[in-house]
């Protein structure tokens, strides 16, 4: 379990380091200057390795379910995290999503943890997407290799994006990912996880009727030919459908991390959180191993993220 807790934590987290300093960029401009390296500065003029709300937010995550699955403690550590800059690169907050603020600050006025996320058609941001890897390893250890149908699992994964993200749609992005990513943890190579993990996915959510009329916005992903869509038509804005899409093209079109990451921040807009999605999948498998190691030698507080992360294997190892 320590190593792909690690694979898919330092993956999303140097995906997450490698878009920051691009985050907004027009595709058209980075065309004309292609990223090829982690850079600094940018968009929020920050130093070289650092992340961003992406990987703090999986951090949180991580942390919490060390102590076993509490919504109250996640909301808790989300609080912390923007409140007081913990679970930070530099110990602020340089980037929050408008849904997910709004969440936090529903829970600091009390309102249920499950009751926080937006529930809206403008609620489908990618905010909860870019930080539900980590439940994965709880469910590895709870409920086996496989999502597939089994209720139980599909609420849990559901409840960790109604933390900040309620609507059907996310919960529906947020089990596609999932199921791929269960997967890839299996060792399946790439294609076949994601064609595989699509159709876990739609089987389950088309026999439900409260999901079953939100399927036809990933009727792309469940294509065969998805892998050939025309680069002009992946779309990377931080709509949860357009970053689940983009992060699956550009792992479909590349074979090894580097090639992943560095495709989708050239992609361009969201490009931190599609680099952060796609990272935490290709670091599951490739390995952590196979990231370029000046990358991982210029992540801020790598230390302490995998710290974070082998607390979580002991504890799911007891």
């Not at 960029?25 to 390296?37: A, I, M």
């Not at 926080?116 to 997407?129: A, I, K, R, T």
């Amino acid at each position: 379990m320590q190593r792909i807790i690690l694979d898919g934590i330092l993956g999303l987290c140097v995906g997450d380091a490698l878009g920051v300093p691009f985050e907004f960029t027009p595709r058209e401009d980075l065309k004309k200057d292609t990223v090829t390296k982690m850079g600094s500065h940018g968009t929020y003029n920050q130093p070289l390795g650092t992340w961003s709300d992406d990987t703090s937010m999986s951090l949180c995550l991580v942390d919490s379910l060390s102590q076993g699955l509490n919504y109250f403690d996640i909301m808790k550590k989300f609080l912390d995290w923007y409140t007081e800059g913990e679970y930070t690169s530099h110990g602020e907050v340089f980037d929050i999503g408008a849904a997910t603020k709004k969440a936090i600050l529903r829970f600091s006025e009390g309102v249920h943890p499950l009751s926080c996320g937006g529930s809206q058609e403008l609620d489908n941001g990618n905010g909860s997407l870019m930080r539900i890897l980590p439940i994965l390893f709880y469910l590895r250890t709870h409920y086996g290799d496989a999502l597939k149908k089994n209720d139980e699992v599909y609420t849990i994964i559901h409840n960790v994006s109604r933390l900040t993200h309620a609507h059907p749609r996310t919960l529906i992005a947020c089990g596609i990912y999932l199921n791929i990513a269960a997967l890839i943890a299996q060792n399946l190579n790439m294609e076949e996880a994601v064609h595989t993990g699509v159709q876990h996915a739609f089987d389950y959510y088309s026999q439900r009727k409260e999901y079953e009329p939100e399927l036809h916005h990933f009727a792309r992903l469940n294509d065969l030919s998805f892998k050939d869509i025309p680069e002009t038509e992946i779309h990377s804005t931080g709509y949860v459908v357009h970053t689940l899409e983009a992060s699956i093209w550009s792992l479909l079109n590349s074979n090894n991390y580097k090639d992943a990451v560095l495709k989708a921040v050239n992609l361009g807009n969201d490009t931190d959180t599609i680099a952060t999605v796609a990272g935490g999948l290709a670091g599951l498998h490739y390995g952590a191993d196979n990231i370029p190691k000046e990358w991982l030698d210029n992540i801020v507080r790598k230390d302490y993220i995998i710290e974070l992360c082998n607390q979580l294997e002991k504890s799911l190892d007891q």
